[in-house]
């Protein structure tokens, strides 16, 4: 009977445990749903249920990464998490490449894959925000977080990040796109004012947050720390009320940056929804008397609150868990995505005799150096850092591709004793990875141009000693290479790659896998030609003081630095187009161990102003093994009634080719393809006249050229 008992209790249990996990599984919703009418009436019903006090405190976080909770209306907390390449907040994780890496892809299929793998992994931390993606234009090499963004221009980043939010969002997660808007460097991020003209704003960077909203229907944006032409972003009402959720119609969450809120009256009257991590601001002790006296509607913080529920209950967090337990906190199908986004982006930009790739057959001895090659430099710092359970070196991703018959020489930097430089002197190879790190470029402050010290020094020694000397660069953008670039044969940037950046880096040097990353960003010769570089920093006469209240409630001034924008539309590439001169490298630059050509380009002569454009061409991969070509779409304006940039990207396509394969690649152009921003008249305008329709392989080698009339 004891032994019956127990089978008896066993059965009950698995079968208890069973009906938890299958309601579970039937509970684990994916994509959010439509808004609707019953939703609406809910959120209403919602807020009607609370009193002023409670209506206020739900306006800011609590305990750093959570919403708050009122139990009496069935509305539990939910959970945020850092993010950008990982779910960085809740331990280790899945580290992906950064968001620079992702926009070398050019691949949007890509941007999609990684979106759900980060949806995985947040749902298996019960995260329902995810503070990500970052999608600020990198205007200067200098910003301390351009690796978390994506690229220098607006339709790339657009395009890239619109799958992204669909793919993290069709797992149940919010995206919370950051950091709203011309948050451009991390310098005196709190106390700086990005000043600009509308025209540019519209043009360069409002594009990218437009895309997420409208085409990609994030349900959360991130305002930024930041001053715009004098009113921070929490409180900027052309930003927030007139832009986001006037123009684009935007019915999800705006919450602050950490800390970013400044006056709270200013902010609940200019959109700001949520504060965060906590009400600092926007709390009873400011908001009670502004209701009372008339300062602030309760109709205005009603709303605030309808869109916060409105945003929950579409994605069901309030009847249903957020743990999924179908997916892996550690996952190996993860490992993977991340291992491809690695090899999608790592650039090759100078193989002068073709050294790469190596022979694995051929190399008896291979030395690594350099203070990049070990431990492994996954990411930049920050909030972005995700912590990977086991992260590939290069040195141990070179080391285990070649196996156990390599001699493998490891040091930091140069050794000292002349046996060891010796082993350097005539190993087969020679990878030396230099660069920046989670120490040295990271949130909060800026980098330099230039590379840490000794690095230059320990890159020469290295050539001088061997002739086959690799460069590998880790970093968000360029970096200073004029000291030693004409004195070795290789260059490969790779970014921060990841936990599987080792892995990668071993694949392309020894010809597993065919470079076919391309340059996100202008890669400057020197900080000195970059066009931002005089307009990067204020100056001290033009600083203003900003008076207001501290969270104390006393007063409290600060001196405001202005940083006026006078490279205007001439940012990276636009720039060197349309001065006719050349960067190091260009915008959409990258190698292959194969050759593509282009051919066949077909458009139509004329169209009527407004009208979609079909843009057709051929793609053949004329070397001898597989690769992947991006085909690049650019359109001049020569007729323009007002100043353009000589050509700007519309349009790509990454296509895959077996060697003597073509494809033929159509590509769409709409109305806003041809528009600039009318500033007297506050719209998207195209002037009728001549365009001219150019295609190539990054924005200076354009061999496809077709002229367009628009009437």
């Known amino acids: 009977m004891k032994n019956l008992s127990k089978v008896s209790c066993l059965w009950h249990f698995s079968l208890v445990f069973v ?60 959970k945020m998490s850092d993010a950008s390449v990982g779910v960085r907040t809740w331990g280790p994780t899945t580290a992906y490449a950064s968001g620079v890496s992702l926009a070398a892809t050019w691949d949007p299929g890509m941007a999609r894959k990684i979106g759900e793998a980060l949806g995985h992994d947040a749902r298996a931390r019960n995260v329902n925000f995810l503070l990500g993606p970052g999608v600020n234009i990198a205007r200067s090499p200098l910003c301390g977080r351009n690796f978390e963004y994506l690229s220098e221009d607006p339709f790339l980043n657009a395009t890239m990040v619109v799958p992204y939010v669909e793919g993290l969002q069709s797992q149940g997660v919010i995206a919370t796109v950051k950091h709203y808007d011309l948050n451009n460097q991390e310098y005196n991020r709190h106390n700086a004012s990005s000043d600009v003209d509308e025209r540019t704003m519209r043009e360069i960077y409002l594009p990218s947050f437009e895309a997420a909203v409208i085409k990609g229907h994030a349900d959360a944006v991130m305002d930024s720390y930041n001053q715009v032409n004098g009113v921070h972003s929490t409180q900027n009402d052309f930003l927030n009320l007139k832009v986001l959720k006037g123009e684009w119609g935007f019915q999800g969450i705006l919450m602050s940056d950490w800390d970013a809120t400044y006056d709270g009256v200013a902010a609940v009257n200019n959109g700001l929804d949520l504060e965060m991590p906590s009400p600092k601001f926007m709390n009873a002790r400011n908001l009670l008397p502004a209701v009372k006296n008339g300062e602030v509607k309760e109709s205005t913080i009603d709303e605030h609150l309808v869109r916060i529920f409105r945003t929950e209950l579409r994605y069901g967090f309030t009847t249903r868990p957020q743990f999924d337990p179908t997916d892996s906190t550690y996952s190996v199908a993860d490992r993977a995505v991340a291992l491809q986004e690695a090899l999608e982006s790592i650039t090759l930009l100078k193989n002068e005799g073709h050294l790469l790739p190596l022979d694995a057959a051929k190399v008896k001895s291979i030395a690594i150096i350099g203070p990049n090659v070990y431990p492994a430099v996954t990411g930049g710092g920050g909030s972005s850092q995700a912590h990977p359970f086991e992260p590939v070196s290069i040195l141990t991703g070179i080391a285990n591709l070649l196996g156990p018959d390599v001699h493998v020489f490891w040091s930091a930097a140069m050794p000292d004793d002349p046996e060891q430089k010796n082993a350097v002197a005539h190993a087969d190879a020679v990878v030396v990875a230099v660069g920046f790190d989670a120490k040295t470029e990271r949130e909060g402050s800026d980098r330099t141009f230039t590379l840490p010290p000794g690095q230059d020094a ?54 597993q896998h065919d470079p076919e990353g391309k340059l996100p960003v202008s890669f400057d010769r020197s900080w000195d ?62 190698l292959s161990y194969t050759t593509f050509s282009f051919s066949n380009l077909q458009a139509p002569a004329e169209a009527a102003s407004g009208a979609t454009v079909a843009v057709g061409f051929d793609v053949t991969n004329t070397g001898s093994v597989a690769g992947a070509e991006v085909a690049q779409l650019y359109v001049s304006d020569p007729s323009a009634k007002v100043d353009r940039p000589e050509r700007e990207l519309k349009g790509f396509a990454k296509v895959r080719l077996a060697p003597g394969e073509t494809q033929h690649v159509t590509l769409s152009l709409d109305a806003r393809a041809f528009s600039y921003w009318d500033e007297p008249a506050h719209k998207w305008t195209i002037d009728p006249g001549k365009f001219v329709i150019r295609v190539g392989d990054s924005s200076e080698n354009t061999p496809l050229e077709r002229n367009l009339e628009l009437h």
């Open 458 to 511: 320990l890159v020469e020694e290295a050539a001088a000693a061997n002739p086959h000397t690799i460069v590998i660069l880790t970093g968000g953008v360029g970096m200073d290479t004029s000291r030693w670039l004409d004195k070795v044969p290789v260059l490969l940037h790779a970014y921060y790659p990841g936990q599987e950046g080792g892995t990668a880096v071993a694949q392309i040097l020894f010809g």
């Open 529 to 590: 030609e970059d066009p931002s570089s005089k307009w990067y920093y204020g100056d001290p006469k033009d600083n203003t003081v900003l008076h207001t209240i501290g969270e104390d409630g006393q007063p409290k001034d600060y001196t405001i630095e202005h940083i006026h924008y006078g490279d205007k539309l001439m940012v990276g590439y636009r720039y060197w187009t349309t001065t006719g001169k050349h960067p190091l490298y260009p915008f959409g630059f990258g």
């Open 19 to 78: 009906c938890i996990w299958s309601g579970c599984l039937a509970a684990a919703a994916q994509a959010p749903v439509p808004d609707s009418p019953s939703i609406e009436a809910q959120a209403h019903a919602m807020v009607a249920k609370l009193t002023l006090e409670q209506k206020i405190e739900l306006l800011g976080g609590i305990d750093n990464m959570f919403t708050r909770a009122i139990p009496a209306i069935g509305l539990p907390r939910f």
